[in-house]
């Protein structure tokens, strides 16, 4: 129960022992008052009756005495005028019932009114000739206490709702500052930090509402605080600090990474880029202004990566004078564009005046055929080399690289070939469990993936036609597509575990796609709950305006959202704390070898801390085997999945 409610129970208990004390106070004395003028009016008529009527006795005339008694009866005002001898035998006896008309019996037998009778003596001269005794009659005192109690009942009830209803206008209006208290805590519970500028004029109340202004800038602090640590140690320990690109710690782990998952690494390049002389260049310049010409090279080539459409990428700066550059899921002819525009863009450092020559690099590119890590580093340096003897700024790809198979269609024909499998939705959908990390490991829901299939009906690999799909501008079909398929299968029934459904950050960044999204939502309120919507941190948290304005438009639904390939960019952490996000999925890139590998079981449990602290859930992905089961149990993992959990599996429609 809230704090006004229990004020104004309080209040209403308060108003009505008031009342019901001050009413029954009132007809109380009502009832003593009139009791007692019927007391005093019936010894006055007594007394008056008896001087009255003792010469007529001393006469013996008794008929001017039942006359005169008669009188006095017949007026109405008294049940009962009786004359006795001194015998106690009446002489003259009027005697009337007791009539109350419109009164009820009930008020009646609640306050009763005494009529105790007035006595006084007759004589006739010195002699006491009898007793006359009178009893008045309460019909009138009745009608007066009646009509003064139901006047005083309207009249103190109507005060009474009247003070209350103040009463409860001056609660609202003093108790607002603690409801915008609530409203504060309940933000600071929803990852929102807002502080009260409006202070009230209530001590106690200006009290607690500073001290909640304190506890959330003090929480968002912490958080903050929380998560710049956790970053100057990720960069330390990934990040080149020259040019804030990932380091050789980083670009290994995330190229093995990306080969070891042979479905969604199909085909790719590798770019080894070295400065030319950098040591001549460190003696001329000194190593403050070689810093600033490596960092200007490191900025040339991420705003190159950042002009690729559809085309995942990271770089690297691997060693003093070398960088890396990796492209998944591209051809050789655009491996060969990249480079080919970033090395003719080398020479704008020249005009900038950051260096003094236009020679500035050499590029080596290996194109990707399933070959092992260290063969596709040494056919890049190759390349390398070769491109070294060739002249200024010049390139070479190794063409050791056998053709792309049965996949190498032109741009048309894929677009001939996704639209035919989006209308006639030549689609397999698989389900992977993601299991809690306790010793039940009870399905927590499952994470959809996406087959295509071509028109033999074989499976296209992922890493072949998403790339494809991006450049044509049909992810957000695609994406349709999986959604509408997904909730038409919960619709038929299922076993109730919620469902992961990836979706690309060009689609939720799509206006009209969200539009569509939240509509399919909305019109199946019970398939949505168990929705979970999941998109990558690789392209999503680049607007995190929008991404913010997603989530809280999809929580709206009732389905829930996730993030997939948590810390596999540079992004600030910062993100987490504005967005409402459900789920994070930390990159299988710091989950493998986990258990040896210091560096990343700090990543994970930091990772892990900050997001309780938001309640997230947190799941591992990739995991491959029971050594690094236990290593994340150990950590606080809430959920993993992986090949050492369980494979991925059909998903039969029913």
């Not at 409006?198 to 506890?215: D, F, G, H, I, Q």
């Not at 999204?517 to 909305?522: F, G, S």
Request: proline share 3%; hydrophobic share 45%; aromatic share 8%.
């Amino acid at each position: 129960m809230t704090l006004l409610r229990q004020l104004i129970l309080v209040i209403v208990t308060l108003f009505i022992l008031l009342f019901a004390g001050t009413f029954t106070i009132t007809v109380n004395n009502t009832q003593q008052y009139l009791s007692s003028q019927l007391q005093t009016i019936a010894q006055d008529t007594a007394t008056s009756l008896g001087l009255t009527l003792s010469p007529h006795f001393v006469n013996n005339d008794l008929i001017i005495v039942e006359s005169m008694v008669s009188a006095v009866f017949d007026s109405g005002y008294y049940r009962e005028v009786i004359i006795r001898d001194m015998e106690g035998k009446p002489i003259v006896e009027r005697v009337a019932p007791v009539a109350i008309e419109g009164i009820p019996d009930w008020f009646i037998r609640l306050v009763p009114l005494k009529t105790p009778a007035g006595e006084s003596l007759i004589m006739a001269g010195w002699q006491q000739a009898g007793v006359i005794t009178v009893a008045a009659n309460p019909g009138q005192a009745y009608i007066t206490l009646w009509t003064n109690s139901v006047h005083s009942f309207w009249w103190f009830l109507g005060s009474s709702l009247l003070v209350f209803g103040l009463g409860v206008v001056a609660l609202r209006i003093v108790l607002q500052p603690l409801r915008a208290v609530e409203d504060q805590a309940k933000a600071i519970c929803d990852r929102e930090y807002p502080v009260q500028k409006k202070v009230p004029w209530t001590l106690e109340l200006r009290s607690v509402v500073a001290a909640m202004n304190r506890m959330t800038v003090k929480v968002k602090d912490m958080f903050q605080e929380q998560a710049d640590a956790m970053e100057r140690i990720r960069a330390e320990n990934f990040r080149d600090p020259v040019t804030g690109l990932g380091n050789r710690k980083y670009f290994d782990m995330q190229l093995r990474h990306l080969m070891a998952d042979t479905e969604k690494f199909e085909t790719g390049a590798l770019v080894i880029l070295e400065i030319k002389d950098l040591k001549r260049i460190n003696d001329e310049l000194g190593y403050v202004k070689t810093d600033a010409f490596i960092a200007e090279v490191g900025k040339l080539i991420s705003e190159h990566c950042d002009r690729l459409e559809g085309v995942e990428s990271f770089a690297a700066h691997i060693a003093g004078a070398d960088f890396a550059v990796v492209l998944s899921d591209v051809s050789e002819s655009e491996a060969e564009q990249f480079t080919d525009a970033l090395m003719q863009a080398l020479p704008r450092l020249h005009d900038k005046g950051v260096i003094d020559t236009v020679d500035i690099a050499h590029a080596g590119i290996a194109h990707y055929h399933k070959q092992n890590f260290g063969e596709l580093m040494s056919e890049a340096d190759t390349a390398l080399r070769a491109a070294q003897g060739k002249g200024v700024n010049a390139w070479v790809l190794n063409r050791a690289a056998p053709d792309a198979g049965r996949y190498s269609y032109s741009a048309t024909q894929w677009g001939v070939i996704l639209n035919k499998i989006i209308e006639e939705r030549k689609i397999l959908l698989f389900r992977q469990p993601i299991v809690s990390a306790n010793a039940e490991r009870a399905v927590e829901h499952y994470e959809t993936l996406l087959r295509v299939l071509d028109e033999d009906n074989s499976v296209i690999p992922a890493g072949i036609f998403i790339p494809m799909a991006k450049r044509l501008g049909l992810i957000q079909a695609l994406d349709k597509l999986v959604v509408s398929e997904v909730m038409a299968r919960l619709s038929r029934g299922g076993d109730g575990v919620p469902v992961a459904v990836n979706l690309f950050p060009n689609s939720i960044l799509d206006p009209a796609f969200n539009d569509w999204l939240v509509a399919e939502l909305e019109s199946q309120p019970a398939v949505a709950k168990q929705i979970i919507l999941e998109v990558s941190e690789y392209g999503a948290v680049e607007d995190v305006d929008r991404l913010k304005s997603w989530v809280d438009r999809i929580r709206t639904t009732g389905a829930k959202t996730s993030i997939d390939h948590f810390g596999k960019g540079f992004s600030s952490f910062g993100y987490l704390c504005d967005t409402r996000i459900d789920f994070l999925k930390i990159d299988g890139s710091f989950i493998s070898g986990i258990q040896e590998n210091r560096d990343h079981r700090f990543f994970v449990e930091s990772v892990i801390k900050i997001a309780h602290s938001l309640d997230i859930r947190v799941a591992a992905e990739t995991v491959e085997n029971d050594q690094e089961i236990e290593a994340l149990a150990k950590l606080g993992i809430d959920a993993m999945m992986g090949y050492g959990i369980k494979p991925p599996a059909k998903w039969e429609s029913t």
